[in-house]
């Protein structure tokens, strides 16, 4: 029997926009599994542009609501408050902006929102060197110390994707507050379940029968590396004449990675793959290995869950927290100071790492990890409603 709620709990998650990045990935994981009739989510998005998800939030009825203009705090304000009041109320405000979230976690305390989520998906500032904080200059490390301060007086609960998180939204005494919690994103494991013609996938992305595929799946910013994959799959080309990049995803700097491409003669060793949906697909049938040599600016990517779920062997960036390695023997890490050949070395290597471990097996791993989106839901929702029912608590001491 299902029980019907006259009242759901209504939740405000606050995000650049729902494109096909790890946060907002993982929200749609949520807003697919979650109880609609016990909680409903709305998104507000700092554009006005169309993104990847917006279609399905809409079908699985969410809202978008653009809320422009971050960058001048006045019209911010105004909107965001607007925005409350014409299509709240909202009993939480979940929000996804890293430091920003200072300022939204403080509008939504000045509207009585009850409950107010920081929840930091990309530590970033702690782990830059001190001459590196002081080249950003006195503006953005005052904003950062004020959102941060923000954030400590404002905010419920904060979440992290991983350790490193913490100190970098909360502070170095975060795990003596027992606001701040780790909370892993996750991912939905049912599609792993599929079988997966690989000849079938192989074709219909053109890739040459018999070639052995790296693959990466990210966003083309910079610091997802994409020049170095280049120059790593340029030294394998030569110890293996078969090998073949695929880079799924699009981003800012997609151009830019395409003209490398074609300037350095690599057109016939690389595929691009775009925006995908079927990403399961892609993992479990077209790669041998995974390449993913992110630079500093990582959280936890829900990627490389996806990839041990595959039971692909994976080669990483030594910046990668050591929380994403489920599967150890399925991860290599290496760091970025190592040259391409050595980053080459370890893909050859990695092939051959998979005797005594099918994909089944390393479903099942993934299954019993904390990464199952069933868990990570199961876990959001008692953080809304125990934060609920604990009734307004308003001006915290910092």
């Not at 279609?55 to 809202?63: D, I, K, N």
């Not at 960058?71 to 299509?87: C, G, M, S, T, V």
Request: proline share 7%; charged share 20%.
């Amino acid at each position: 029997m299902t029980e019907t709620y006259k009242t759901p709990t209504r939740i405000l998650h606050v995000i650049g926009g729902m494109s096909r990045g790890g946060p907002e990935t993982w929200l749609m994981h949520i807003l697919r599994h979650i109880d609609r009739q016990r909680f409903q989510m709305d998104f507000v998005v700092h554009t006005t542009e169309k993104c990847s998800y917006d279609q399905e939030v809409q079908a699985l009825g969410g809202r978008i609501i653009p809320c422009c203009k971050p960058h001048n705090p006045f019209i911010y304000a105004r909107d965001f408050k607007r925005i409350l009041q014409e299509h709240g109320p909202y009993d939480v405000v979940h929000s996804h902006v890293q430091y920003f979230s200072g300022f939204v976690l403080r509008l939504a305390y000045q509207a009585g929102v009850p409950v107010r989520v920081a929840h930091n998906h990309t530590p970033s500032y702690h782990l830059i060197d001190a001459v590196s904080q002081k080249k950003q200059g006195l503006w953005r490390r005052c904003y950062i110390f004020l959102m941060r301060r923000w954030i400590k007086r404002y905010t419920t609960v904060g979440l992290v994707v991983n350790k490193n998180g913490g100190p970098d939204m909360f502070g170095t005494d975060w795990q003596t507050d027992p606001r701040w919690r780790i909370h892993y994103c996750a991912i939905d494991l049912a599609p792993f379940r599929a079988v997966v013609d690989p000849q079938a996938v192989r074709r219909d992305l053109g890739i040459p029968p018999g070639a052995f595929v790296v693959g990466n799946v990210s966003r083309f910013f910079k610091k997802k590396n994409h020049p170095f994959m280049l120059e790593i799959v340029r030294v394998l080309a030569q110890q293996e004449p078969k090998v073949h990049l695929l880079l799924v995803g699009d981003g800012p700097e997609l151009l830019d990675i395409k003209r490398k491409v074609a300037i350095e003669g690599l057109t016939d060793l690389v595929t691009f793959a775009g925006s995908r949906s079927d990403v399961p697909n892609l993992l479990l049938g077209a790669m041998d290995v995974f390449l993913f040599p992110s630079d500093w600016g990582e959280g936890l990517p829900l990627v490389l869950m996806e990839a041990q779920a595959a039971r692909l062997p994976s080669v990483i960036s030594s910046y990668i927290t050591q929380e994403a390695d489920v599967i150890d023997h399925l991860i290599r890490r290496v760091p970025l100071s190592r040259p391409p050949s050595a980053w080459a070395e370890e893909v050859l290597a990695a092939r051959n790492s998979l005797l005594g471990l099918t994909q089944p097996e390393a479903l099942k791993i993934m299954e019993q990890s904390p990464f199952n989106i069933l868990r990570s839901m199961q876990m959001l929702h008692d953080i809304y409603l125990k934060e609920l029912a604990q009734g307004p608590r308003f001006l915290m001491a910092v």
